[in-house]
């Protein structure tokens, strides 16, 4: 197995035995975007502990797998929909933004597309250009995933300070992805097992539109997905006959690339070099 990196999954609700068997299958780093519990929280301080679990505590759990884990703060889109309490956890953020294994601002984005979600998305986008942050976005699922994803692109595209190569956008499928690489962006394919696309399907999209600025994650979570997501994604592409080049730059090379633009980026010792 060649080495891989898996740039988008909540590693806060999977097991240690997870981590190990992403270790055994080539994974040498991931990043941990913050996202819902599976429970709506009560106060803003819940928030703060869980930013001290993805900067302090989840960094260590990884390195005992040999595994880099990197972080994106933020108030999830579904939370978001309460105005206040999103305000007070932004006011949060920039006590950790530049703890060393932050990449930035993110997964923000919709859930159900509501006014409430977009206010705090463009407040979330005033945060990141304060102090140059990367930015990771979340797209709706499911049916309201093409308008989502429509209105988040027509908000980055309307504020100036966004720079699109900074920015990934997360979750695309078939429908969605043009919008992102037309629009200069970064894009996540997110691999499950049935909804979102699976290797299959992301295989295909890789042979429509290409390599560039694409990347694999697994957004492995507390539900029903697979971490080894990346890894049947590698399986896919060597049984269609890819070359391993093609396959690295899209499980580590991409990644790699797109972290490296962050702020607080230093470069790890050890790390596999780019091609
Ligand atoms: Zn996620």
Redesign the pocket.
Known sequence: MPHYIDP?I?MVSRTTDDYHRMALAGCVAISE?A?WAGFDRGSARAFHDYFRQLTEYEPKRAALFGIRHYSWLCINAKEADNVSLSREVISLIPEFMSQPNVLGVG?IGLNKNTANEATIFQEHLDLAAKTDELVLI?TPHLEDKFKGTRMIIDMLKNDTRVKPHRVCV?HVEEHTIRLALDGGFWCGMTLYPLTKCTPQRACDMLEAFGTERVLANS?G?WGKSDPMAVPELIQEMRRRGHPEETIRTVVYDNPLAFWRQSRNWKEPAGLPTLA
């Open positions: 988008h909540h975007p996202f997964e979340h997360d957004a979570d």
